[in-house]
Nanobody
C-alpha cells in the first residue's frame, strides 16, 4: 500500500526557515517523480517544486532562490527546504508522487500546515 507522510510544518516568523519531509512507502520512490504542492485558504492547489528520479528539479517562480527540493533515494524521502519565508507562503503543503507516464497513478499525502506569521 502506497503512503506519503509529510512532516515538518509549523509556525515560523517571516524570514525564517523550515524543512518539510515526505516519507514514501509502497515501493514507488524509484519509479516516481516527487513534488510538493501547496494550497492556501481560498486558492487552488499549486505546484511548488518537483524533482525527477534522476534529480532534475523545477520550481514555481514565487519560490525560486528561496526553496530547495531534494530526495534521498536510500531513505525514500523527499525534502523541501524553505528559507526566507513570507506570509504568502502560508498554506497546507502536500507531497505528490507522479510516475509521469500516460495513465500512471499519482499519489498524495495528507498535507502539513505551514504558517508564516509574526
Amino acid at each position: 500500500q502506497v503512503q506519503l507522510v509529510e512532516s515538518g510544518g509549523g509556525l515560523v516568523q517571516p524570514g525564517g526557515s523550515l524543512r518539510l519531509s515526505c516519507a514514501a512507502s509502497g515501493s514507488i520512490f524509484s519509479t516516481h517523480a516527487m513534488g510538493w504542492y501547496r494550497q492556501a485558504p481560498g486558492k487552488e492547489r499549486e505546484l511548488v517544486a518537483a524533482i525527477t528520479r534522476s534529480g532534475s528539479t523545477d520550481y514555481a517562480d514565487s519560490v525560486k532562490g528561496r526553496f530547495t527540493i531534494s530526495r534521498d533515494n536510500a531513505k525514500d524521502t523527499v525534502y523541501l527546504q524553505m528559507n526566507s519565508l513570507k506570509p504568502e507562503d502560508t498554506a497546507v503543503y502536500y507531497c505528490h508522487a507522479d510516475p509521469r507516464v500516460p495513465g500512471g497513478r499519482t499519489y498524495w499525502g495528507k498535507g502539513t500546515l505551514v504558517t508564516v506569521s509574526s
